[in-house]
């Protein structure tokens, strides 16, 4: 595979509205120790890269500064070290940034086969979702077959995410999202019941079917007390976003009485250390699930990679079900 000297990549020309994304000629990165030069196929679009073009979550040190956490395509080089990817193989992976470009680089142990019977398309909406969800449900929230489990934003790419892989470990799946639509999205998934929290209080039903012994929450503000007490003792509270605000009044007696944790994560400062061992977690607990059947990425829509802004217009009208896909190449 020839690799070209500068390609075609969409960068953040200052912080602001979709229309700050602009086509941009770069450098192709030089993979260096432990890292692969991927050729994309498809970059995954994520609600943290509309925050980092807002001005709101910028890059680790080190990373590239142009959006894209995730992509699929085939491995275009390899450097010094690599030894499981060969030039041509088809990945998926998650990235430290730089997914909406013609080539992006990224530790090679973040990098994932293709899961059997998913094409290009599909694979690059896995690794950020996958990444979070069993990193904080699982790794993180030790959820098991038989828990109760409550995921807010349900129809949303981590949502819709979660609710699959909850399923398939035999937890019992509940889900708040913004419309009877999305709801209904969260049911078809695997969801015993999804509320809609325009006019369904999700306390009171968690309450009524004993209390979640796992929530998974992206809301944050208000929903944090509520969150407390729609859990059921020894019950734990997952913090992955604030779609509202971090801060609220909390009254820990509960917290002490009822034996509850609250804990949470980012993961994109995680250390390529800690990242590479989800990856294998996730290559030997997820993938066999999407074998089987049990979870697949549910794509809203597909835009050009050189129509980003477009695709950022959707995910900020917050009208989109599962996850937005830019197409790179063939
Ligand atoms: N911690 C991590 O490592 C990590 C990694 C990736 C993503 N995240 C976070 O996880 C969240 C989901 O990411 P994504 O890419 O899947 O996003 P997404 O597809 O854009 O979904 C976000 C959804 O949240 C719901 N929502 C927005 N504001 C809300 C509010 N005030 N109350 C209740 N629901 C609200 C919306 O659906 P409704 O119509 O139902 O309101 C929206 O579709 C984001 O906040 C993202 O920053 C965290």
């Not at 997914?99 to 059997?116: F, K, N, R, S, W």
């Not at 809609?196 to 929903?223: P, R």
């Not at 061992?277 to 089987?292: G, K, L, T």
């Not at 597909?302 to 129509?307: D, H, K, M, R, T």
């Amino acid at each position: 595979m020839t690799v070209p000297d500068a390609m075609l990549a969409i960068e953040i020309t200052q912080p602001g509205a979709p229309d700050v994304l602009a086509p941009v000629s770069v450098p192709v990165p030089v993979p260096k120790h432990g890292q692969i030069l991927i050729k994309v196929a498809y970059a995954g679009v994520n609600r943290p890269d509309a925050l980092q073009r807002a001005g709101a979550y910028n890059p680790p040190a080190n990373a590239s500064p142009l959006p894209g956490l995730e992509c699929s395509g085939h491995v275009a080089a390899i450097g010094p070290g690599v030894t499981r990817w060969a030039v041509g193989d088809a990945v998926c992976a998650l990235l430290p940034g730089g997914g909406y470009a013609e080539y992006a680089m990224t530790a090679a142990d973040h990098a994932l086969p293709i899961p059997e019977g998913m094409d290009l398309r599909q694979a690059a909406c896995l690794p950020e979702t996958c990444f979070t969800v069993w990193s904080n449900i699982v790794m993180r929230g030790g959820l098991k077959a038989g828990e109760r489990f409550l995921v807010h934003g349900g129809s949303s790419g981590i949502g819709t995410t979660a609710i699959q892989i909850a399923a398939a470990l035999g937890a019992r799946v509940f889900a708040t999202a913004g419309s009877d639509k999305k709801c209904a999205t969260c049911t078809d998934l695997g969801a015993e019941k999804a509320f809609n929290y325009h006019d369904q209080d999700f306390v009171a039903e968690m309450k009524a079917v004993g209390g979640a012994d796992l929530i998974l929450d992206m809301v944050g503000g208000s929903y944090i007390p509520r969150n407390i007490r729609s859990l059921a003792d020894d019950g734990r509270l997952v913090q992955i976003a604030f779609l509202t605000r971090p801060k609220v009044e909390l009254n820990f007696a509960e917290l002490m009485m009822r034996r509850l944790t609250i804990t949470g994560s980012t993961l994109r400062p995680q250390s390529d250390l800690a990242k590479a061992r989800i990856a294998a977690q996730i290559e030997e607990h997820v993938w066999p699930m999407i074998a089987r059947g049990a979870l697949k990425p549910v794509i809203d829509s597909e835009y050009p990679l050189a129509e980003a802004p477009a695709a950022h217009w959707r995910i900020e009208a917050q009208g989109h079900i599962g996850k937005i896909v830019l197409k790179v190449a063939d």
